[in-house]
């Protein structure tokens, strides 16, 4: 019935191969949809400036004044 062959045989083990390919990809793909909806927002806000952050380095570059730098600080404070 078996012709002879012992153990698992080869088929068995691409089977086992495929079996970990298979878990392996499936546990990444989760891994990778949690890590994009959850540190995606989170990683966005962090690198987002605050208005008086902008309007200093504005200042800074000479792009606005002392006085409407002045009157922009006190709108954001």
């Given at each position: 019935?078996?012709?002879?062959?012992?153990?698992?045989?080869?088929?068995?083990?691409?089977?086992?191969?495929?079996?970990?390919?298979?878990?392996?990809?499936?546990?990444?793909?989760?891994?990778?949809?949690?890590?994009?909806?959850?540190?995606g927002q989170s990683s966005q806000?962090?690198?987002?400036?605050?208005?008086?952050?902008?309007?200093?380095?504005?200042?800074?570059?000479?792009?606005?004044?002392?006085?409407?730098?002045?009157?922009?600080?006190?709108?954001?404070?």
């Amino acid at each position: 019935m078996w012709e002879g062959h012992e153990g698992m045989g080869w088929w068995m083990l691409f089977g086992s191969i495929w079996f970990v390919i298979f878990w392996g990809l499936i546990i990444w793909a989760v891994a990778t949809l949690v890590s994009k909806a959850g540190g995606g927002q989170s990683s966005q806000a962090s690198h987002e400036e605050s208005p008086l952050d902008i309007a200093r380095k504005r200042y800074a570059r000479g792009e606005i004044s002392k006085e409407e730098f002045e009157r922009l600080r006190e709108d954001f404070t």
